[in-house]
């Protein structure tokens, strides 16, 4: 998030050139160009919160008038199937308030997904009534201690708080047992197995230093006159932090090995094999700053090796050269070249960025494919946040997400809040069909988090957004269906699946899934991997790549359901 104006020349000649973007001279911002024709049809997804259980806001405590840069942040959700029943449940982050000029937390929340689009409050159930949260943002699932249960990792201000699913329904606040002592704020933590022995190491993105006995500068404003939350360059990065995992239940600080960065406000994380070598790498999503690209250059049952290489791979910058106000990213090989690429949401007055991945063995290669891939339709005129690639209609072809809200109190000539966008991806060319997604998509929200997964377990992708100060939202694909393969990464001896590459093929041509761990903005997605299939009712091939380096042929998986592929195993029907 930030405070900037495109250069008025670079502005209006990409304007000029492309007839994407609005510019008119004196830096004005930005503005959303005129859409074009939009598919009509009934609505792709049905709005179903009231009725599914799920009632809760996450609130930022902006009614202290303290206008905190933390208020901000928001918060985001995640989709982990804690009780092994076959169904996602639904973790909620809380947010914060205040007491004079101490920052707490508000209680997070967990549903159970009961099936049929009804979820049970099972907070005090599973213990996490008891826990004390900090002022919260993310939330992080992933099984740290391979046991076969997701456990939790929440972000936020001050410190971490890690939770150990107990295998019960309940979970146990371990965070000072596993050593993770991190007093800074966090936004986002991103999960993989960086060093091959099969346990999850985490990369936790640091923002700024605001603070009331820091930095808590009160004279910022946006037209001269009113009091408004800071712009981001009133505040210094904070370093990010990676955490090995020792394999014992502990973590240890690892960041003085790796040569990180110092200079990036840090929101968004994602943990995914970008070069197709195997082994999972970093990128991250900074405020203002330059994006960081970290390739795992480390052998399995070696140290971790992380070598930054953003810049030169062509992920730090936009087009322009230009760092922009980053906060959400996903993967995912939407034109079907079998190279994960990388989209990443940005402040207004800037395009969301896709980098196109061109890599080579030996060479990292991005390439800004926003305008070429049809993106820029969307204008410059949000503030976004969470986003995803899935295919809402099952066509073979990843489609996008993005949701928007914005950063400061007061915008000037918008709504703080703003619609969500949904594109439908057409052979690797974006196309708007937000106006006919359905009712939420047509109204405005102060969006953050955006969690994509099959709540129903009917082969189609459904969507949680959480927003600030307004009540989290359940939304039900109901697009007309095609032929679907759900499949279920089981790593051997319930070692990380994050970084395997799986490549399914079919008449209709090959797809390849990535399994990531982290992604969105501060909220964790379904780890199944759901591959559309169009017309086909057949796969002809199913080739794992996992991160042990093992690659795996798997047989007799027919579409229609979902397949747990364990590695060193067979498939098997979930």
Known sequence: MRNRRFPVVAGCLLAAALAVVGCSGGGSAVVAPAQPEEPVGPPLFEDVTAASGVAFTYKNGEEAGNFAIIESLGGGAALLDYDGDGLLDVFLPGGGHYRDKTVLGHPCKLYRNLGGFKFEDVTAKAG????????????????????????????????????????????????????????????????GDLDGDGFPEVYVTH????????????????????????????????????????????FADITPTQNLRTDGKGLGVLVADLNNDGRPDVYVANDTDDNFLYVNRGKAGGPVDLKEGGLFSGMARDDRGMANGSMGLDAADFNRTGLASVVVTNYENELPALYRNRSGPGKEQFTYDTLPSGLAVVGGSYVSWGTGFFDYDLDGWDDLMIVSGHAIRFPTKIDRRQTPLLLRNEAGKFKPVTRQAGPYFRSPHNARGLAVGDLDNDGRPDLVVSHLNEPVSVLRNVADGKNWLGLVLAGEKNRDVVGARVVVTSAGGTQTKFAKGGGSFASTCDPRLLVGLGADAAVTGVTVHWPSGKTQEFSGVTPGAYWVLTEGGVARRR
Do not use: E, I, M
Not at 227 to 236: I, L, W
């Open 128 to 191: 996490l009534d008891r826990v004390t949260f900090q002022y919260s943002h993310g939330a992080a699932a992933f099984d740290y201690d391979r046991d076969g249960r997701p456990d939790l990792l929440v972000t936020g201000y001050s410190r971490l708080v890690l939770l150990h699913n107990d295998g019960d329904g309940r979970f146990t606040d371990v965070t000072a047992k596993a050593g993770l002592n991190d007093k800074l704020w966090s936004a986002s933590a991103g999960w």
């Open 207 to 250: 923002y700024g230093d605001w603070g009331f006995d820091t930095n808590h500068p009160t004279d910022c404003t946006y037209d001269g006159k009113t009091r408004d939350v800071c712009q981001p360059r009133r505040f210094k990065a904070l370093p990010h932090t990676l955490y090995r995992n020792t394999g014992n239940g502990t």
